[in-house]
Structures are given as C-alpha cells and as structure tokens.
C-alpha cells in the first residue's frame, strides 16, 4: 500500500487520471441509482399537471413503466391522500389500468374520494347522460355506508345539483348520514319530486325532527306522490297525531279522485290506504269501511288496497264486503279479468287475516282455481293449513278438503300454487301427501320445489325431516328432488346440533359431483348450515340465469351476505319492475321478511302499481339501513 501512495505522490498524473475514472465509475453507478428515481418523480409530476394531454401522457408512460419498475406504484400509492383532485383522479386511472386500485386492502376513504372527484367531473354537462353518470357516482357513496369528508361533500354537491334526481338521491344520502339540516333543505325544494323522495326517505330513516317540514307537505301537496310520501313518513314518525288527517285524506281521494296518477303508477287513494295498515284501527278503519261501504253503493268493485288495509288492521266489519267480492268473483269464473284476479288475491288473504271460515277458501279452490289466479290460489291453500285445527273437526270439510288439495296438487299446469296445495295437505294429512310433494320437488319450475322447502322448514317438524331424509335418501334418483330435500334439510337443521353432520354428508357428496344445478344447491344448503367458505361460490350463482334464484338469494340472505340483498335492491337505477318479479314473483319478500322483521310491509296481492311503490319504500329503506340491516342479521 505505501509503494501504491508513494508511486501516486511521484506521478501526478497518473493520480489524476485514477481521480477522474473513479469519479466517473461512482457518477455512472449514482446516475444508475438516481435516473430512475428522477423518472418516477418526473411521472407524478405528470399526472398533476393542468394540461389534460401532458396528463394523458403521464399516465400512459406511468402504465408502461410500472410493468417492470413496482417501485412507481408504490411512490404513488404514498402520495394518494395528499394529492391534489385532479393528480389524485390520474393516479387513480393509472391504478386502475393496471388492476391495482379496486383491491381488498384498499382503504374506503380513497374510493370515496374516488367517487367523489368522478362525480364533480361530471357536474357541468346538463344532459341526460352526465346525470346518469353523476347518479351513479352518487349511488356508490349511499351504497357504501361510510362517512367522511368526501361522502360529506358529495352530499352537499348532490344537493345543490340541477338535476331533480340527483337532489332526490341526495335525500337518501342525507338519511344514512342523519343530517337534518340538507334534508330540511331538500324538503323545501321548488320541486314536488325532491319533496317526496325527501319526506318518503325521512320517514324510513326515523328523522322525527323533520316532522314539522313533512306535516306542512301533507297539508298543501302538489301531486299525489308528494300527498302520499308525506302521510307515509308521518305514519311512521307521529302516528296517532297524524292519523285523523291521514284518515280525511282517504275519504277525500276516494270521493273526488282529485289526481289522477300518471300511467304505471299507483292511485293517491291507494297509497293511502297502504299507508292506514300502518296506522291505528280505531283512527283509520271507519275511513277504510266507509270506502268499502260507498263502494256497494255506486256498485263497483272495492278498492284492493282496502280490502289488504281491512286485513291488515284485522277490521271485522268489513267481513261482509270481503265475503261479497269473493262471492261476485266466483259468479263471473268465467270472465274474469286481469284485475279480478288481483282482487280474488286480496279478498283471499283479507278474509285469512280476518280467520273466516275455512269453506270460504275451499269453495275458492273447487271454483276458481285457474293459471291465472295463481296468487290467489297460493293465498287459499296457505289460509287452509293454518285453519287445519278447526278443519280436522269437521268430518265432511276434512273430507272435502283434502280432496280438492289432493286433485289441485297434482296439476302440472299450476306449479307453485301446486306446490302450496301440496305443502296444505301435508300439513293436514301428513304422509299422505309424500306423493303429492315428491311431484312438487320434481317440477323444472324450481320456485316450487324452494316454496315447498321453506314452507315446510317453517313447520319445525319431525314429519318435515322425514320428508327431508327420504327425498334426500339413496332410493331417489331424480336430481331435482334430490337436490330441494338438501335445501329442505339444511333450513331445517340450520343451527340445531345436527348442522355439522349434514354438511359434512353434503360435502361427501360433491366429490366427483358434475352436475352443475345438483352442486349450486348443495353450495346453497351448505352456506344455510353457515358455511361461509361456499359464499362466493353462491354469489357467483347470482349471474346464472339458469340457476333458480329464489335459492341463491335466501342463502345468501340467511347468511347475511350483502349480494343476497344487494342483487335486488342496490341497483343504480331503480327499476320497480325488476324487483317486483324478485318480491312477488319469486315470493322473496318472504325470506326478507323473515330474516329482517323491520323491513317495510310489501302486498304480494296488490295492484302492480301499488307493489312497484312499495318496491321504491323497500328499496329506499334498505339502502338507509344497509349497513344496520347486514350487521344485524346472525347466520
């Protein structure tokens, strides 16, 4: 080393030549490190720039390099929540293109922000298409159930927006987040549609400092909707101090008509009426009786919604209209109509809440039982089995009954309501209905092998897991059958001591299982018996059209799972028809009913136009509650 030295101190210019080459080795090696790094922060830099095609540049320079550089995304992931709106949005699409934004780990403040920043982009266009994009933003944040500076905003934005449905869906976001002081605002809008969707949501939220601002509503309404918005949330916030103006509400709209509803939607009378079974017999039955009884009088045909309220509020004075609109039906079986069909329903189910005589509902099956008055025949044959006690003392009704339930059982042409003549006549005769209800399960319309399933898993019976393990035993070879028995089994021994030991016999037997619609039930019944490693399995089942979805959702509701509720009720856009065929045509208001007890009250045998505002009430209410509703229910 020291002949090193001493060599270098004698040749200056050696020295300065090893000098300079090792300052280049160590520029080149720190320009190596550095390069990369100064590129990075040139990219970000990028992305926060207030020219849209730089912009644009960085973020598809950020893309490219990032595939082979993770040390970007993670200088990008670092900056996100001190990034500035417009640098935050580029980051985010940079994210986004490469997969990494929408990811389990990330946080929920960053995709409202998210949400937010996409909203306010779209505030400035006025055209459909921009309002349609802004309500969807919008949704996203109700949806999300969370609560922070962005969602804050958002609603502030949303309630000051130009469109009348984004202030509407402003009013939902308000409720979730209980701030009365937008939600006042929003019901005093210049327009009824924001004033409605705002005292229908307070209503539902239980915002009852907003009561003073609804009651002014319901006093000098513009429209029908706005009318009867106000009396349901006041039927839910103040109930006996409103009832008599509700129940003045109801004879003026039946004696005047006074709006007229636009087309596919429900009559101020009948919303009104839904909205009296909310209320206190005593206050609004003589208004619904006195609609009945003026009814007779002009010769027409009672209302459904008062024939339901009659029921619902268990007014027997009313029995005498009911028993008339049923006779009148039978007389015209011939004749009759789409809407008499409706009104058989709700006289059906008006005269079982009001425990009318069991003929009542037997003459209706000998008469009247038709593809047409399917509701109503289901209605029928569910009014029998709970009125099997008092059936069972009369020899020749008995006799008679299980007659007509054996013969209707056995049609094809009727499957669900079938399948509920099938479920009655077990109910009263035990085994000798196996046949019937082996006919039932083994029908290609699915919902009637899952009505027979819950109805029976309802009973609690030792008979219900006879029924269970035979259809479920080596002798039946029918897949269909096979497979409700196993849905039928897991709602019955769904918590009990027995659960571990039918699933793992259900696991036994998807080994080797290749049938697909075998394999989506038995995911089902082991997500029932609270199995949650199967919940994405089911979930995935929401999008085979194939699949009966009856099946799917109540396992997926009965395990508390958001898809079970979300599938219905957490579209973008509401759309009553389509969550009508899943509340009425699949009977799933049932299952929902029965896992959140709170849920609003939904009429299966109402007119279409008052089911599809009951659907905009049940919707609005789950999405306030969502987050409330998910947490509650114990699989």
Same mark, same amino acid.
């Given at each position: 080393?020291?002949?090193?030295?001493?060599?270098?101190?004698?040749?200056?210019?050696?020295?300065?030549?090893?000098?300079?080459?090792?300052?280049?080795?160590?520029?080149?090696?720190?320009?190596?490190?550095?390069?990369?790094?100064?590129?990075?922060?040139?990219?970000?830099?990028?992305?926060?720039?207030?020219?849209?095609?730089?912009?644009?540049?960085?973020?598809?320079?950020?893309?490219?390099?990032?595939?082979?550089?993770?040390?970007?995304?993670?200088?990008?992931?670092?900056?996100? +929540?001190?990034?500035? =709106?417009?640098?935050? %949005? $580029?980051?985010?699409?940079?994210?986004? /293109? &490469? @997969?990494?934004?929408? *990811?389990?780990?990330?946080?929920?403040?960053?995709?409202?922000?998210?949400?937010?920043?996409?909203?306010?982009?779209?505030?400035?266009?006025?055209?459909?298409?921009?309002?349609?994009?802004?309500?969807?933003?919008?949704?996203?944040?109700?949806?999300?159930?969370?609560?922070?500076?962005?969602?804050?905003?958002?609603?502030?934005?949303?309630? +000051?927006?130009?469109? =009348?449905?984004?202030? %509407? $869906?402003?009013?939902?976001?308000?409720? /979730? &987040? @209980?701030?009365?002081? *937008?939600?006042?605002?929003?019901?005093?809008?210049?327009?009824?549609?924001?004033?409605?969707?705002?005292?229908?949501?307070?209503?539902?939220?239980?915002?009852?400092?907003?009561?003073?601002?609804?009651?002014?509503?319901?006093?000098?309404?513009?429209?029908?909707?706005?009318?009867?918005?106000?009396?349901?949330?006041?039927?839910?916030?103040?109930?006996?101090?409103?009832?008599?103006?509700?129940?003045?509400?109801?004879?003026?709209?039946?004696?005047? @008509?006074?709006?007229?509803?636009?087309?596919?939607?429900?009559?101020?009378?009948?919303?009104?009426?839904?909205?009296?079974?909310?209320?206190?017999?005593?206050?609004?039955?003589?208004?619904?009786?006195?609609?009945?009884?003026?009814?007779?009088?002009?010769?027409?045909?009672?209302?459904?919604?008062?024939?339901?309220?009659?029921?619902?509020?268990?007014?027997?004075?009313?029995?005498?209209?009911?028993?008339?609109?049923?006779?009148?039906?039978?007389?015209?079986?011939?004749?009759?109509?789409?809407?008499?069909?409706?009104?058989?329903?709700?006289?059906?189910?008006?005269?079982?809440?009001?425990?009318?005589?069991?003929?009542?509902?037997?003459?209706?099956?000998?008469?009247?039982?038709?593809?047409?008055?399917?509701?109503?025949?289901?209605?029928?044959?569910?009014?029998?089995?709970?009125?099997?006690?008092?059936?069972?003392?009369?020899?020749?009704?008995?006799?008679?009954?299980?007659?007509?339930?054996?013969?209707?059982?056995?049609?094809?042409?009727?499957?669900?309501?079938?399948?509920?003549?099938?479920?009655?006549l077990f109910k009263l005769s035990g085994r000798r209905a196996d046949e019937a209800l082996l006919a039932a399960c083994e029908s290609e319309t699915y919902l009637a092998g899952d009505y027979v399933a819950w109805?029976?898993?309802?009973?609690?019976?030792?008979?219900?897991?006879?029924?269970?393990?035979?259809?479920?035993?080596?002798?039946?070879?029918?897949?269909?059958?096979?497979?409700?028995?196993?849905?039928?089994?897991?709602?019955?021994?769904?918590?009990?001591?027995?659960?571990?030991?039918?699933?793992?016999?259900?696991?036994?037997?998807?080994?080797?299982?290749?049938?697909?619609?075998?394999?989506?039930?038995?995911?089902?019944?082991?997500?029932?018996?609270?199995?949650?490693?199967?919940?994405?399995?089911?979930?995935?089942?929401?999008?085979?059209?194939?699949?009966?979805?009856?099946?799917?959702?109540?396992?997926?509701?009965?395990?508390?799972?958001?898809?079970?509720?979300?599938?219905?009720?957490?579209?973008?856009?509401?759309?009553?028809?389509?969550?009508?065929?899943?509340?009425?045509?699949?009977?799933?208001?049932?299952?929902?009913?029965?896992?959140?007890?709170?849920?609003?009250?939904?009429?299966?045998?109402?007119?279409?136009?008052?089911?599809?505002?009951?659907?905009?009430?049940?919707?609005?209410?789950?999405?306030?509650?969502?987050?409330?509703?998910?947490?509650?229910?114990?699989?």
């Amino acid at each position: 080393m020291g002949v090193i030295l001493s060599y270098f101190r004698q040749h200056r210019w050696q020295r300065r030549i090893m000098t300079g080459l090792t300052a280049a080795i160590l520029g080149v090696a720190a320009a190596w490190v550095a390069i990369p790094i100064v590129r990075d922060l040139q990219i970000i830099d990028m992305l926060g720039d207030e020219d849209p095609l730089r912009r644009e540049r960085g973020i598809l320079l950020a893309v490219s390099v990032a595939e082979d550089r993770p040390q970007l995304i993670e200088r990008i992931e670092t900056r996100l +929540d001190s990034a500035g =709106d417009v640098q935050f %949005s $580029a980051m985010v699409n940079v994210l986004n /293109r &490469l @997969g990494k934004f929408r *990811t389990p780990a990330r946080k929920g403040e960053q995709l409202d922000r998210f949400y937010l920043v996409k909203f306010i982009s779209c505030i400035s266009g006025d055209n459909d298409r921009s309002v349609e994009v802004r309500g969807v933003f919008l949704h996203k944040l109700i949806l999300n159930g969370r609560d922070n500076v962005h969602v804050r905003k958002a609603l502030r934005l949303a309630a +000051d927006d130009k469109a =009348d449905e984004i202030r %509407s $869906a402003a009013a939902l976001l308000a409720c /979730r &987040l @209980g701030d009365d002081e *937008t939600l006042g605002e929003l019901l005093g809008d210049a327009k009824p549609q924001v004033r409605a969707s705002a005292a229908l949501d307070a209503g539902l939220a239980g915002r009852k400092t907003c009561t003073d601002a609804i009651a002014k509503i319901l006093e000098k309404p513009q429209t029908d909707n706005e009318q009867a918005a106000a009396a349901y949330a006041l039927a839910n916030l103040k109930p006996k101090r409103f009832a008599p103006q509700i129940a003045q509400a109801i004879l003026l709209a039946h004696k005047t @008509g006074k709006i007229a509803p636009p087309a596919g939607q429900a009559s101020l009378l009948d919303k009104l009426l839904h909205v009296a079974s909310l209320l206190d017999k005593d206050a609004v039955g003589p208004a619904v009786i006195e609609v009945l009884k003026d009814s007779q009088r002009r010769g027409q045909s009672p209302p459904t919604s008062a024939l339901i309220a009659a029921g619902r509020l268990k007014i027997h004075e009313a029995e005498p209209f009911i028993q008339a609109t049923i006779n009148k039906l039978i007389s015209r079986r011939e004749k009759l109509t789409g809407g008499d069909t409706i009104a058989l329903a709700a006289a059906i189910n008006a005269a079982s809440r009001l425990d009318m005589p069991p003929n009542i509902f037997v003459e209706v099956m000998e008469k009247l039982w038709h593809r047409r008055t399917s509701v109503a025949m289901i209605l029928a044959s569910e009014a029998i089995a709970n009125r099997r006690e008092i059936i069972a003392k009369d020899p020749e009704l008995m006799s008679r009954t299980i007659t007509v339930l054996g013969r209707e059982a056995e049609r094809s042409d009727t499957p669900v309501p079938s399948a509920a003549a099938a479920t009655a006549l077990f109910k009263l005769s035990g085994r000798r209905a196996d046949e019937a209800l082996l006919a039932a399960c083994e029908s290609e319309t699915y919902l009637a092998g899952d009505y027979v399933a819950w109805n029976l898993a309802q009973s609690q019976t030792d008979d219900a897991r006879r029924i269970g393990g035979v259809f479920f035993g080596p002798g039946i070879y029918d897949k269909t059958v096979r497979a409700n028995a196993t849905i039928l089994l897991a709602l019955l021994e769904r918590g009990t001591d027995k659960a571990d030991r039918l699933a793992e016999i259900i696991e036994s037997r998807l080994v080797g299982l290749n049938d697909q619609f075998t394999a989506g039930s038995y995911h089902c019944a082991m997500l029932i018996l609270n199995r949650r490693e199967y919940i994405d399995k089911v979930a995935s089942l929401t999008e085979a059209g194939a699949f009966g979805q009856r099946r799917v959702l109540t396992a997926l509701a009965l395990a508390g799972a958001s898809t079970g509720f979300d599938r219905v009720f957490a579209g973008a856009k509401f759309n009553p028809a389509r969550i009508d065929s899943y509340l009425a045509g699949r009977l799933m208001s049932r299952v929902y009913s029965s896992v959140v007890p709170e849920m609003p009250a939904f009429d299966p045998d109402a007119t279409p136009e008052t089911r599809h505002w009951q659907c905009r009430i049940q919707r609005d209410y789950y999405l306030i509650h969502r987050k409330k509703i998910l947490g509650k229910i114990q699989p």
